[in-house]
């Protein structure tokens, strides 16, 4: 198992080389000005905006750490209220397969339309471009948290539901001691896609709403030619995700379970 993850690392560790290598070899290939940048140049930029990441000299010039920061606030806010209705709204469809098909038409229209889709009703309706941002993320993570747990509750053994009857438990016990434990790999599992979900969706949101966020700083350093600031910022927005769904999947990890 060890020599495995060794030979995994390596090779990983290769093909990100090669990858540079390639990356660097056609960048300098290219007219100074008019190609993409080189991962050296990157480096470069990414060493200047990390020595002070979180300067603010006015609504268009802040560093990445305020950025990041304001793109995460918005993510937490907007993720976790839907997070709370999906899951709650899951436990009710997952318990009562008639409520389950009558409403099962109406999540199938909702679910598929873009988050982004709703931005323009949201703009119209609150009038606030940060509140407007966090309705998306709700959107964007609703449907696959409330999918997985409608799908967790409804094949819990029916054996941990009549027990519990049996010991006439209330239902917010039920809830906390029998549904919610049965039901949370899937649940995790639907709270992973979500929040993927919704960090793509803020990007995005950002770009369309201005002030502060990661989405417009990539659109505002795209907008000042800064290339080697944008694939930067691709970057750190890459990482972010990943972190997101390392800390889920560790999660998930410790909720396994085998009957």
Do not use: C
Not at 54 to 82: C, E, H
Not at 218 to 235: K, Y
Request: aromatic share 8%; net charge positive.
């Amino acid at each position: 198992m060890r020599r495995d993850r060794l030979r995994v690392i390596a090779v990983s560790a290769l093909l990100g080389l090669a990858a540079l290598v390639v990356w660097q070899a056609f960048a300098g290939g290219q007219p100074a000005g008019r190609g993409v940048p080189g991962p050296l140049a990157v480096a470069a930029t990414a060493g200047h905006m990390l020595a002070n990441p979180f300067y603010n000299n006015g609504p268009n010039d802040k560093g990445i750490g305020l950025q990041l920061a304001a793109s995460l606030a918005r993510l937490g806010v907007g993720w976790t209220v839907a997070s709370v209705v999906a899951i709650m709204g899951g436990v009710a469809l997952g318990l009562s397969p008639t409520l389950y098909r009558a409403v099962n038409p109406y999540v199938q229209v909702l679910k598929p339309v873009s988050p982004l889709a709703w931005m323009p009703l949201f703009l119209y309706t609150i009038k606030d471009s940060s509140q407007s941002a966090i309705l998306v993320i709700f959107m964007s993570s609703l449907w696959p948290t409330l999918a997985n747990t409608a799908f967790g509750v409804a094949t819990i053994r029916r054996d941990y539901l009549n027990v519990a009857a049996i010991l006439q438990l209330s239902w917010w016990r039920r809830l906390v001691t029998v549904i919610l434990p049965a039901a949370a790999p899937a649940i995790v599992a639907g709270l992973r896609i979500s929040i993927g979900s919704a960090w793509v969706a803020i990007v995005a949101a950002e770009m369309l709403i201005g002030g502060t966020g990661i989405g417009y700083f990539v659109w505002n350093e795209w907008n000042n030619l800064a290339l080697t600031s944008v694939i930067f910022a691709i970057l750190a927005i890459g990482l972010i995700g990943v972190l997101l769904d390392a800390g889920l999947s560790r999660l998930s990890r410790r909720l396994a379970y085998t009957e």
